[in-house]
């Protein structure tokens, strides 16, 4: 007891080092994150064009939000962002979740399979737009390899529907290799102990991975899908480099909707509101996943 | 003392004297060669810009860029400096250089500035005239629309123009012939020899999809009925029943076209055309003059014509501008006269087929030899219309394309499409309203 109570006071001795050596992280944070994100919120309260130093910023109140969200543009590339978002994080959950459990064992063989899949994942996203640029044209390697197979030519940058399918394929050929990183190392930690005693029981392999495996995985799946569906969301070189956000706004994204207000018109306003409305969904959604992480957790 | 005293100012002052002298006489022999030649003597810049650095800004193109890497060497044996010249797409190359220019940064010392980008350049951008004046440089030397149009923005030359082009139609002579057709004097022709034209492996109509190509393309079918796209108060035109014929216009030439021209960006057309896939292609001459009269890198090596477009086309135009954050406005104003010397307009047109925008380059009768489009092109690049250059061009331009693809290439209705532009571009037009009047002249 009294030995507790002078660790304490040795705690509280040590309170002002504590302080000093979490203070430069600390300012550093209030610097790079605090301040941008208050000055930002502050922004979208002006109408505000950087490019013309003629026109004063103006105090707006909410306008800037109103407009935003009834911008036709605004709203169509939310939705592009939720369906490109969720289609190919369950995409990458799925085939990673597969691949992994393919890959999730020992020998060098396997160790070679695991570094060749990564290698999409090394690359810059502008280079892989550029690359399957290329593959997807009228004329490239996958147009060639579907009219072999008697699936005929699909036109992927011209028709609606086909060039959101494209960029979101792209991104599940760049990204998977992230899931199948981590589910890899998940199943590898995972306990000898239950494996063997649903041997013993006689259970299927199905039975296995269905109530061993899978529920087991399950809270680093929703950690996995959360880190990946936030970074999904934000998708922006390799669309502009594949689609431009085309035709017309049928890949048009969020990130490429803020970019254009803030760093092509200048309107730093309207750019400053848009990035808020994402920030709160984006927040929103994530507090969602984390709390049935840690349902999952519990149970 | 006194004498001794005279006779050492007499003799210092007859040194003094020849070596002002020669000192005026070799400044005033420079100061005329400066003013004839539009570039400085090597030895006196040498001296004075050793050892410094300038970065340039141009469009990735394989043409002004790489005519800058040309000279940059020339240019540091001239003056000592080393160039750094930095090249970006046409697509990011605005908002690289707006970026620059807006938040002060100062990373270049020259940019090229698309003509239309003046207006929301021009704050940022030093002014010229006494630069100009300075070394009597010659702006009489330019096309007169292009020297009005690109560099010159409220009263102030903010940039030298560098290069210009004027769209036109590539078509197949021998198709042509063939088919005992002339070229198309009107866009409905250029529909009905499409149809004509679309013969197995050829297609008799195609432009470049992509990106802002297409807004040239519906702009000219919609100046060829004589209308302007906004009156003298910007108020816009074109949501009438000749904005609808243009699109209509386009839509009819779909079928003739190959699948995938709408995802087109400008080398996928070039190589369809270079590789004999297209009877008419809308192009820019200056990205294809070169390489299509090349039987290595061209199978339509003599068997095509350049005609200019039935309707006034886009003019396109750039200048060399140097941005108010420059510390070295003399350097830079030294790369800009040797750039866009005559002689070097007349280089960069012969390796690169940059559209010069010097009358005398046009007329040279070397290069109108080996360019028997010349003419064509310069009474097209006279006959073309401006886009708009005031600051919300990048918004407005946007809007355009974007809307022109949902109708042309899809469903949507083209009175509708075009209403719900002209409301874009009043409200851009409401945040700042224009000063002047609206012209295409």
Wanted: glycine content about 8%; overall charge negative.
């Amino acid at each position: 007891m009294r030995t507790t109570h002078r660790s304490r006071l040795s705690r509280i001795g040590d309170m002002p080092t504590y302080i000093l050596f979490l203070v430069p992280a600390v300012v550093f944070l209030i610097m790079t994150t605090l301040y941008p994100l208050v000055y930002t919120f502050r922004l979208s309260f002006y109408d505000w064009f950087l490019n013309r130093p003629n026109l004063d910023p103006k105090w707006v109140g909410w306008d800037n939000y109103i407009e935003t969200l009834s911008d036709a543009v605004f709203r169509r590339s939310a939705l592009n962002t939720a369906i490109f978002g969720i289609g190919t994080v369950a995409a990458q959950l799925i085939i990673g979740l597969c691949l992994a459990l393919a890959v999730a064992r020992e020998g060098m063989g396997m160790r070679v399979v695991r570094s060749i899949l990564l290698i999409p994942m090394i690359m810059t996203p502008v280079v892989v737009g550029v690359l399957w640029r290329i593959l997807l044209s009228d004329n490239g390697l996958v147009n060639y390899l579907l009219d072999i197979t008697g699936i005929g030519t699909i036109l992927w940058f011209v028709d609606p529907k086909w060039a959101m399918i494209g960029v979101m394929l792209v991104d599940i050929w760049q990204w998977t290799p992230f899931v199948l990183i981590i589910l890899t190392a998940a199943i590898t930690a995972l306990p000898s102990d239950p494996y063997r005693a649903a041997q013993i029981d006689g259970a299927s392999r199905w039975q296995t991975f269905r109530y061993i495996t899978l529920p087991m995985l399950w809270p680093v799946i929703l950690v996995t899908g959360l880190l990946r569906f936030m970074d999904a969301i934000k998708v922006f070189d390799t669309i502009y480099v594949l689609t431009g956000g085309g035709p017309g706004y049928a890949t048009e994204m969020l990130s490429s909707y803020i970019y254009k207000e803030g760093l092509r018109y200048f309107d730093i306003g309207s750019a400053a509101s848009a990035s808020w409305i994402f920030l709160v969904v984006v927040v929103a959604l994530s507090l969602v996943v984390i709390r049935a992480r840690a349902r999952a957790a519990e149970s | 003392m006194t004498r001794k005293d005279n006779s050492r100012k007499t003799t210092f002052s007859r040194r003094t004297v020849v070596k002002g002298a020669s000192a005026v006489a070799g400044s005033a022999a420079l100061a005329g060669k400066m003013a004839s030649s539009t570039f400085a003597a090597p030895a006196i810049l040498g001296a004075r810009f050793q050892g410094e650095e300038l970065t340039v800004l141009y469009m990735e193109s394989g043409t002004y860029d790489e005519a800058a890497r040309l000279i940059a060497p020339e240019f540091q044996e001239a003056t000592g400096a080393t160039v750094n010249v930095v090249a970006f797409p046409y697509q990011n190359l605005h908002d690289n250089a707006a970026t620059d220019l807006v938040t002060q940064t100062g990373a270049y010392d020259v940019i090229d500035v698309a003509y239309q980008w003046d207006g929301e350049f021009s704050p940022f951008l030093s002014p010229l005239e006494d630069l100009i004046e300075r070394d009597g440089y010659d702006m009489s030397a330019f096309i007169p629309n292009v020297a009005a149009l690109s560099g010159f923005w409220d009263g102030q030359q903010n940039g030298i123009p560098n290069a210009n082009d004027a769209r036109g139609i590539v078509y197949r002579t021998d198709l042509f012939e063939e088919a005992g057709l002339e070229p198309p004097t009107t866009w409905q022709e250029y529909n009905d020899f499409a149809e004509i034209l679309t013969q197995g492996d050829v297609f008799g109509a195609s432009w470049v999809g992509l990106g802002e190509q297409l807004q040239g393309s519906w702009l000219s079918r919609y100046w060829e009925q004589d209308v302007p796209l906004c009156d003298v108060d910007w108020s816009p035109l074109f949501n009438s029943p000749e904005g609808v014929h243009a699109i209509e216009l386009l839509r009819q030439a779909l079928p003739f076209a190959p699948a995938g021209m709408p995802g087109w960006d400008i080398p996928t057309q070039k190589n369809a055309l270079l590789t004999g896939q297209l009877a008419q292609a809308e192009v820019w001459p200056s990205f294809i003059l070169a390489d299509a009269r090349d039987p290595e890198k061209s199978d339509i090596a003599g068997k095509w014509g350049l005609i200019p477009f039935p309707g006034p086309g886009e003019l396109s135009a750039w200048n060399l501008a140097i941005p108010g954050t420059s510390q070295k406005r003399d350097l830079a104003w030294e790369w800009i006269k040797m750039y866009t010397s005559p002689e070097n307009a007349k280089r960069f047109a012969l390796e690169f087929g940059v559209g010069s925008p010097q009358v005398a380059t046009w007329e040279d009768p070397e290069l109108v030899e080996q360019f028997p489009e010349y003419p064509t092109i310069l009474e097209a690049i006279k006959a073309s219309r401006p886009i708009w250059r005031i600051p919300q061009f990048p918004a407005a331009w946007d809007v355009l394309q974007k809307q022109l693809e949902l109708t042309v290439y899809q469903d949507a209705d083209a009175q509708e499409t075009l209403d719900h532009i002209a409301d874009e571009w009043n409200s851009l037009l409401e945040q700042d309203p224009p000063t002047t009047e609206y012209t295409e002249g």
